[in-house]
């Protein structure tokens, strides 16, 4: 099984600010099984990124994601208001589907 | 736009069977693509329990291989969990997903239903 371990834990960040989220994978993931989800408390997981880069439908373009490899970074460039939440990411490179722990953007 | 929306009890015993049952709406699951369960501990990360393909194929995570049952109903666009044996950390909020083999990713989500293992 493939392990994501995502960094930091806790990121506290103001409105306007850039906010950049690591997911390290413990083996190689081919950058088309990557995968970037929004969580806000009480509610679904929503798909942000596929294949590292590319950004879902209706999501801004703020929001990218880059990486290869063992190391994966989502980056939002301006935070806005209602992007405070928690963001996982998610490999299916390996035979099961993992998801990290998950890195909470705080104000 | 596909929909999603889970069902089942919110409250189910020690050692009894956790059953859920999602629908979806506003598109068929006759079309190839899987189905499938995750669930997220209080406070902790998600975890992937299995996916079913249209045709009735199934893959489970191995740690639950023995306790987890998959099963489909195109007629009635849903698909169903079944988890034997429970136990308290069975409890959680479980959603039901499809996955997008293109994006592998899932890429719809049902709102999700909270299930808690108790006597």
């Known amino acids: 099984e493939i392990v994501l371990t995502q960094s930091p834990d806790t990121l506290s960040l103001s409105p306007g600010e850039r906010a950049t989220l690591s997911c390290r994978a413990s083996q190689s993931v081919r950058t088309k099984y990557l995968a970037w989800y929004q969580q806000k408390a009480g509610q679904a997981p929503r798909l942000l990124i596929y294949?590292?880069?590319n950004r879902a439908s209706g999501i801004p373009d703020r929001f990218s994601g880059s990486g290869s490899a063992t190391d994966f970074t989502l980056t939002i460039s301006r935070l806005e208001p209602e992007d405070f939440a928690v963001y996982c990411c998610?490999?299916?490179?390996?035979?099961?589907?993992?998801f990290g722990q998950g890195t909470k953007v705080e104000i | 736009q596909v929909q999603l929306q889970e069902s089942g009890p919110g409250l189910v015993k020690p050692s009894e069977t956790l059953s859920l049952t999602c629908v979806v709406s506003d598109y068929s699951i006759t079309i190839g693509y899987y189905w499938g369960w995750i669930r997220q501990p209080p406070g902790k990360g998600l975890e992937w329990l299995g996916m079913?393909?249209?045709?009735?194929?199934?893959n489970i995570t191995p740690s639950l291989k023995s306790r987890v049952s998959m099963s489909i109903d195109k007629s009635k666009r849903q698909f169903s969990l079944k988890l034997s044996s429970v136990t308290a950390a069975d409890t959680g909020v479980y959603y039901c997903?499809?996955?997008?083999?293109?994006?592998?990713?899932?890429?719809?989500w049902g709102q999700g239903t909270l299930v808690t293992v108790s006597s």
């Open positions: 079913i393909w249209y045709s009735g194929g199934t």
């Open positions: 997903a499809r996955y997008n083999g293109d994006y592998t990713a899932f890429d719809f």
């Open positions: 294949g590292t880069s």
């Open positions: 998610q490999q299916y490179d390996g035979s099961t589907p993992t």
